[in-house]
């Protein structure tokens, strides 16, 4: 079926959220939900179970380990890694040293 006869649905509701490991926050899965028009929204609860159940089919790690926060889908940056302040439960951007060359005496100077 060529894709011009099918009926258009536009974007509703997108959510997204970070599943990650309770005893260090980091940040381990991304999950996105899209809500076409139309649609019933399900369960706030049933969402984050289901990211935590996908989180641990792909990593390993057991579903008991992980907590869900759900965030606005403008919070990630492509490239960017992330952690989440187990306190406050608010997802933080970690700081990424740079790698670089060694500028001129700068090797001679840590000797």
């Known amino acids: 079926m060529p894709y011009s006869s099918a009926t258009p649905y536009a974007v509703r509701r997108h959510a997204s959220y970070v599943v990650y490991e309770k005893a260090t926050g980091t940040v381990i899965h991304l999950f996105h939900v899209e809500l076409m028009e139309g649609a019933s929204a399900p369960e706030q609860t049933f969402i984050e179970r289901d990211a935590v159940v996908s989180a641990s089919r792909v990593s390993g790690k057991s579903e008991a380990s992980l907590g869900v926060l759900a965030i606005s889908p403008s919070d990630i940056k492509p ?24 500028e001129p005496g700068e090797a001679d100077a840590l000797e």
Do not use: I, N
Request: aromatic letters at 4%.
């Open 79 to 102: 490239g960017a890694k992330y952690v989440v302040d187990l306190k406050t439960r608010t997802l933080l951007e970690m700081k990424m040293e740079k790698s670089h060359p060694a």
